[in-house]
């Protein structure tokens, strides 16, 4: 299973951007994805998560501003990311809790390589 993001680039504050990551492979089915931000000299940290059913949870920093969607169909997860800040900036990765076996409702964390967001002000 691989996941690609894309979307990514350089953006001035108050922009908007709009990330995708595509889950490709030997895939039963999908549940929960993700996406992640590594800000410079920080650790990873939860961005926004949404269910298979659609369900978003969203990081209190960026309620408001990013909404999390999904197409079940594409294997593919978006952030739409609205009014961004400089304190936005970072690698943004996807995840996907990925199901491989079928009749095995076990799953499997894959990660995706991440792609770069430059807010400047």
């Known amino acids: 299973v691989q996941l690609q993001a894309s979307g990514g680039g350089p953006v001035q504050a108050g922009g908007s951007l709009r990330l995708s990551c595509v889950a490709s492979?030997?895939?039963?089915?999908?549940?929960?994805m993700g996406w992640y931000q590594q800000a410079p000299g920080k650790q990873r940290e939860l961005v926004a998560t949404i269910t298979r059913s659609g369900t978003p949870i969203y990081a209190d920093s960026v309620k408001g501003r990013f909404t999390i969607s999904r197409d079940n169909g594409k294997n593919t997860v978006y952030l739409q990311m609205n009014s961004l800040k400089s304190e936005d900036t970072g690698v943004y990765s996807c995840?996907?809790?990925?199901?491989?076996?079928?009749?095995?409702?076990?799953?499997?964390?894959?990660w995706g390589q991440g792609t770069l967001v430059t807010v400047s002000s």
């Open positions: 492979g030997n895939i039963v089915s999908i549940n929960d």
């Open positions: 995840n996907a809790e990925v199901r491989t076996v079928r009749g095995f409702t076990g799953t499997d964390l894959y």
